[in-house]
C-alpha cells in the first residue's frame, strides 16, 4: 500500500502520524513510524512516547505493521478489526476499504520477469471460443504435466480449465475469473516434493492480484446445470471433469460476504460439497461452543439457505477425511448428487451431538 493509502487510512482511524524512515541496502524498505495505537492496552505505562510502530510502505504490494515494543504484528488491512476490538468500535467499513485499497496496490505492482505480461478483459461479445492473451499466456498449458495426469486429467480436461503451467516455480496454474469473465489472477498448487516446499515455494501459491474474498474458481461463460461448491483446485476439476460444468471452488477461504452476494444474486441452487472431515462439517453448520450449544453466525449453510436452495452432498461413511477431488468415477459422483438433502435449517447431528452427514432427505 503507498504511502497515501497508508495516511488516509491512519487518519481514518484516528492514529497521528508524521515519520517516515528508510533502511535497507540493495532495495531500500521505506516505513512509517509512528506511537502505538494499542499502547493503552498493551504497553506497560499505557502510552508509546518514543514510537516503537512500524509500517511498511510497498507501492505494489501488501503494507504489514509491527510494534518493537509489545510485539503486535499482522497485515494493515486487518489492523481495523484488531483495533475496533480494543477501542469496542466497529471499523467494518474502513477493513473493507483498506483491503480494496490493497488489492489496488497488488494490481498495479511490478511483475517478476517470468509473469511480465498485463491481465486482460474478455471480449463479451465473443459468444463461442473465448480467446485469453496476455498473463494467461505467459506460461504454456500444462498439456506434459504428470500430476495432472496422476490426478486424472486428461488433455481435455486441462484444455477445458485452461490450466497452465510455471516452469520457474514448477507449479500448475487455474486461471480465475470474475463473474464478468474478466481475469483476475492466478491460484496454483506446487508439484515439487513434499520435503522441497518452502514459505517462497508452497504447496499453494496465489498471486498476481488474486482477490480471493470475492472470486469463485469457475470456467469462463455462463453454464447450465446443478452448481457444485467445493473448497480447492481439484475439488473443481473433479467437478468439472465429470460434467458438472457450472461448478464452483471457494479457493480455501471463508464464504465471505462478497461470495455469498454472488451466490444470491444468481439465484441457482446450490449444492455444498465439502471435504468429509470435522472442518468441513464446521464450516457448513457451525461449531458447538464450550456450554453444548450450536454457533451458527459463520456456518455457510445457515447464511444462505434463507435465500436459496442449500443441498448437502453426503459422503457415505461420515468424517473419513476424503475430499470431492478423490472421487474416481462419474457413476460414484451422479450418486453422491442424486443423493443430497435439502438443508431447512436444521443441522444434522445424532443424540451425542456428533455430526451424522450421512442423512438423505429429497425434497
Excluded at 535497507?24 to 505505562?45: D, E, I, L, N, Y
Aim: with cysteine.
Amino acid at each position: 500500500m503507498d504511502e497515501k493509502s497508508i495516511r488516509h487510512l491512519l487518519t481514518r482511524l484516528s492514529i497521528p502520524h508524521q515519520k517516515v524512515t528508510y533502511t535497507g541496502s540493495k532495495q531500500r524498505t521505506r516505513w512509517m513510524t509512528v506511537s502505538c495505537p494499542f499502547a493503552p492496552w498493551t504497553h506497560a505505562k499505557k502510552t508509546d512516547a518514543n514510537p516503537s510502530f512500524g509500517i511498511t510502505i510497498k507501492d505494489g504490494d501488501r503494507s504489514a505493521y509491527k510494534c518493537l515494543s509489545c510485539g503486535l504484528k499482522g497485515r494493515l488491512s486487518g489492523l481495523p478489526t484488531r483495533l475496533g476490538g480494543y477501542r469496542k468500535a466497529d471499523y467494518s467499513k474502513i477493513r473493507k476499504w483498506a483491503e480494496m485499497a490493497e488489492f489496488s496496490a497488488s494490481m498495479n505492482r511490478p511483475l517478476p520477469k517470468w509473469e511480465d505480461a498485463d491481465p486482460v478483459a474478455i471480449d463479451h461479445n465473443e459468444s463461442s471460443e473465448r480467446h485469453v492473451e496476455g498473463t494467461v499466456h505467459s506460461f504454456p498449458l500444462a498439456l506434459e504435466s504428470r500430476y495432472l495426469r496422476k490426478r486424472g486429467l486428461s488433455y481435455i480436461d486441462i484444455v477445458r480449465m485452461n490450466i497452465r503451467y510455471d516452469h520457474y516455480r514448477q507449479r500448475v496454474l487455474f486461471p480465475v475469473y470474475d463473474n464478468s469473465d474478466v481475469f483476475r489472477g492466478f491460484t496454483g498448487r506446487s508439484i515439487l516434493n513434499r520435503k522441497t516446499w518452502t514459505k517462497e515455494i508452497p504447496k499453494v501459491k496465489d498471486y498476481y492480484g488474486l482477490n480471493k474474498r470475492e472470486l469463485f474458481l469457475k470456467l469462463l461463460g455462463k453454464h447450465d446445470g446443478i452448481k457444485l461448491v467445493g473448497e480447492g483446485l481439484f475439488d473443481f476439476a473433479t467437478f468439472v471433469r465429470f460434467g458438472y460444468l457450472n461448478s464452483r471452488a471457494i479457493l480455501g477461504t471463508a464464504l465471505t460476504d462478497e461470495k455469498i452476494s454472488i451466490l444470491v444474486d444468481e439465484a441457482e441452487p446450490v449444492y455444498f460439497f465439502m471435504d468429509n472431515d470435522l472442518a468441513g462439517w464446521q464450516a457448513l453448520f457451525g461449531n458447538i461452543d464450550k456450554d453444548g450449544e450450536l454457533e451458527t453466525l459463520n456456518a455457510w449453510a445457515f447464511r444462505l439457505y434463507r435465500e436459496i436452495p442449500v443441498w448437502i452432498v453426503p459422503y457415505k461413511t461420515r468424517l473419513t477425511g476424503e475430499d470431492p477431488g478423490s472421487i474416481s468415477s462419474k457413476e460414484e459422483l451422479d450418486r453422491m448428487v442424486r443423493s443430497a438433502w435439502l438443508f431447512t435449517g436444521e443441522a444434522p447431528f445424532d443424540r451425542a451431538g456428533v455430526p451424522t452427514l450421512t442423512r438423505r432427505r429429497r425434497a
